[in-house]
């Protein structure tokens, strides 16, 4: 067997995949330019610092390693960002990936895990969203999705690539050891930035709009722990291995938290008051985003374990107390 190959495996969700995927007794080469991923969260020894955009460099790897699949994370992912500077988003999302595409074909290597999102959807006309909604995202970075995404299937059609396309909702929690968490640099999600402020790293955490069309005004997610996350993306490697064909499947946890809730929930995982600030909206958020992820428990046979939002807070918590500063401590 050859090597499995990460691209952002410096990342956030890819570290923990790469977690996974050792824990297993993978072999994994770990790709990652690390604009925004941390050597220290790359637990490989395979380890390269390259660009998907610069396609020499990228073939130097494809020539070194004997790889049997790509997982492909390297991506940017700010929706705000997206919105300032599309081309970046496009340029990164799209012409990165197809760099890696064609290396793909190039070496004809078949199987293809791919990082999607929620954002695909944009506001739901149904909730919880199964994978057959309408697709009409808000934002730039929904839009580079779901283009790759249709890229994707063009190339299963031309070149037989099988591929997986994975939509997180809320990605959240921490690695159970506490050897990985989230270190985003500008920090933007919700659960770090309530446990920053509960470290006294902020004054408060201000809750983008409380007038939103849902109980008590604050926007609703479907968060899913980092760990459940990196489970599916092993089981929809191995169901390539085993001959499936290519899917796409949502990955959340098909119950919704409200901003408020997840600060009360905070709350007692920390055991103190966390100072809050009611804020105007951020552009683009949709007031509710609920996944239906009955197709992936059905077809590859996922079950969340750490399906409890304390669960996935008192993760991350941990993991920001023994790294308040993230991996730079
Ligand atoms: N929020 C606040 N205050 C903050 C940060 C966030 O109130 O300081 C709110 C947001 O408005 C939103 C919720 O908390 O309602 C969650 O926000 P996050 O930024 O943590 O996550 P998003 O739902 O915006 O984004 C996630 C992924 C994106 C993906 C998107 C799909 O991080 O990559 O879901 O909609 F695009």
């Known amino acids: 067997m050859g090597f499995i190959l990460v691209t952002g495996g410096a990342g956030y969700i890819g570290s923990h995949v790469v977690k996974e995927l050792l824990r297993r007794n993978y ?15 790359v637990l490989t020894p395979y380890f390269e610092i390259v660009d998907l955009k610069k396609m020499d460099s990228l073939r130097e790897v494809f020539e070194k390693y004997d790889i049997d699949a790509v ?7 700010t929706v705000a960002e997206s919105m300032k500077e599309p081309f970046k988003y496009y340029e990164n999302n799209i012409l990165g990936g197809l760099n890696l595409l064609e290396l793909m074909r190039e070496y004809n290597i078949k199987y293809f895990i791919f990082s999607s999102t929620a954002a695909v959807y944009g506001e739901p006309q149904v909730v919880p969203i199964p994978e057959d909604h309408p697709k009409n995202p808000t934002n730039v970075y929904g839009s580079s999705k779901l283009m790759f995404e249709e890229i994707l299937s063009w190339y299963d059609e031309i ?7 994975l939509r997180y909702f809320n990605a959240a929690g921490a690695d159970l050891e506490g050897e990985l968490g989230e270190d985003h640099r500008p920090e933007t999600h919700l659960i770090p ?20 069309p849902t109980p008590d005004g604050t926007c609703i997610r479907d968060y899913i722990h980092v760990v459940d996350l990196a489970e599916a993306h092993i089981l929809a490697l191995e169901a390539l291995f085993d001959g499936m064909r290519s899917e796409v499947f949502n990955l959340g946890n098909e119950r919704g938290y409200s901003v408020r809730e997840v600060i009360n929930i905070a709350e007692k995982v920390v ?9 105007q909206r951020r552009l683009g958020d949709p007031a509710i985003l609920i996944a239906s992820s009955n197709k992936i428990k059905k077809v590859l046979k996922w079950q969340p374990k750490f399906n409890d939002l304390e669960i996935m807070i008192s993760s991350a918590w941990n993991w920001m107390k023994k790294h308040p500063f993230g991996y730079s401590e």
């Open 271 to 279: 055991g103190q008051k966390i100072p809050i600030k009611e804020g």
């Open 159 to 165: 070149y037989k690539l099988r591929y997986v396309s």
């Open 193 to 212: 930035i309530v446990l920053k402020t509960a470290l006294g790293q902020r004054e408060y955490i201000e809750i983008y709009g409380t007038d939103y």
């Open 71 to 77: 997982m492909h994370f390297a991506a940017l992912s």
């Open 27 to 41: 072999k994994v080469v770990v790709l990652d330019n690390l604009h925004k991923g941390h050597k220290k969260a």
